[in-house]
């Protein structure tokens, strides 16, 4: 089973800033099918990249991913107040299929 | 394109219950489709996986040989059925469709297991 780490657990931030996520996994994720998802309380997750670095529909170009292999980053140019929220990367590259713990970008 | 989950609710430790994933917006017989579950509050957990003629499916150890996931593809429904159920089995019950990743989720249905 790839077992991924994400660090910050939390990241407190102000709107406009940059925020960088971070996601490891305990072995190559195969084909780098490594997504990010953001979820907001009491909301389904949002699948925001897919393919480590490729954005999905409607998702704004301040959201980006990148990273190969076990070591991913996803990255927010400027916060906007709808972006404090959860955040959570998944491998679909091998069954089990499984997720990060969160990290969790809150307002300073 | 839509995913609508039905089917959750309160059920007794041992009990059984049926949750259903219907599909409208897209062809829903040419997807793979998943279930994922979350414990409200918690991280998000991979449950079980159905090829898009539903030839092969995959579980997670934890509720392998309990849960059956299924489809009808003329009815555009996926099912999840789960039996023997356990307190560490409640959470909120998603159906995902698979495409460019985990892209479509329904809005999840409430499984409690508790007496």
């Known amino acids: 089973e790839v077992v991924l780490t994400q660090s910050p657990g939390t990241l407190s931030l102000s709107p406009g800033e940059r925020a960088t996520l971070s996601c490891w996994a305990s072995q190559t994720v195969s084909n780098n099918y490594l997504s990010w998802f953001q979820q907001k309380p009491g909301q389904a997750p949002r699948l925001l990249i897919y393919g480590a670095y490729s954005r999905a529909t409607g998702i704004p170009d301040r959201f980006s991913g990148s990273g190969s292999g076990t070591d991913f980053t996803l990255t927010i140019t400027s916060l906007e107040p709808e972006d404090f929220a959860v955040y959570y990367c998944?491998?679909?590259?091998?069954?089990?299929?499984?997720f990060g713990p969160g990290t969790k970008v809150d307002i300073k | 394109v839509q995913l609508v989950e039905s089917g959750g609710g309160l059920v007794q430790p041992g009990g059984s219950l049926r949750l259903s994933c219907t599909a409208s917006?897209?062809?829903?017989?040419?997807?793979?489709m998943h279930w994922v579950r979350q414990v409200p509050g918690k991280g998000l957990v991979w449950v079980s996986h159905?090829?898009?003629?539903?030839?092969?499916?995959d579980y997670a150890d934890s509720v392998k040989g309990r849960f059956t996931i299924a489809r009808d593809n003329a009815r555009n429904t996926l099912y999840l059925q789960m039996n023997s159920l356990r307190g560490e089995d409640t959470a909120v019950y998603y159906c995902?469709?698979?495409?460019?990743?985990?892209?479509?989720w329904g809005q999840g249905t409430l499984v409690t297991v508790s007496s």
């Open positions: 159905i090829s898009p003629d539903g030839n092969y499916v």
């Open positions: 995902v469709r698979v495409w460019h990743g985990f892209d479509i």
């Open positions: 917006g897209f062809t829903f017989s040419s997807y793979w």
């Open positions: 998944h491998q679909y590259g091998s069954a089990p299929f499984t």
